[in-house]
């Protein structure tokens, strides 16, 4: 599967976007995804999955309560709103996707095979 994500730029703080994340070749319902961002001079960190049947997600704790993540299978496409956001929000935004059949962790950015380029999400204070 190859996948295309974009929708980030410049928000102020307490802001609002949706990061979108088209997925072509194989089925999108094939895939649990996630979304990972890396901050400047930071390692790679989990921001929110959810699985395969889209019946299950998980976000990292800062992101409760602001960020959402979800699909569209009739668009094949993975979003992510982010509300609230805050400067240290900033990052590059990476969608990642991982074959129905691994039962690895989804929080886990190991566990991945299949990675969009990122798009930049800058928050002024």
């Known amino acids: 599967v190859q996948l295309q994500a974009s929708g980030g730029g410049l928000v102020q703080a307490g802001g609002s976007l949706r990061l979108s994340c088209a997925a072509s070749g194989r089925t999108f319902s094939s895939y649990s995804m996630g979304w990972f961002r890396q901050a400047p001079g930071k390692e790679r960190e989990f921001v929110a999955a959810?699985?395969?049947?889209?019946?299950?997600?998980y976000y990292a704790d800062s992101m409760k309560g602001r960020f959402t993540i979800s699909t569209d299978y009739a668009k094949s496409t993975l979003y992510l709103q982010m509300n609230s956001l805050k400067p240290e929000d900033t990052a590059v935004y990476y969608c990642?996707?991982?074959?129905?059949?691994?039962?690895?962790?989804?929080?886990?950015?190991?566990?991945?095979?299949?990675w969009g380029q990122g798009t930049l999400v800058t928050v002024s204070s």
């Open positions: 990642a996707g991982m074959s129905r059949y691994s039962s690895m962790s989804l929080q886990n950015a190991d566990n991945y095979q299949y």
């Open positions: 959810i699985n395969w049947r889209g019946d299950m997600t």
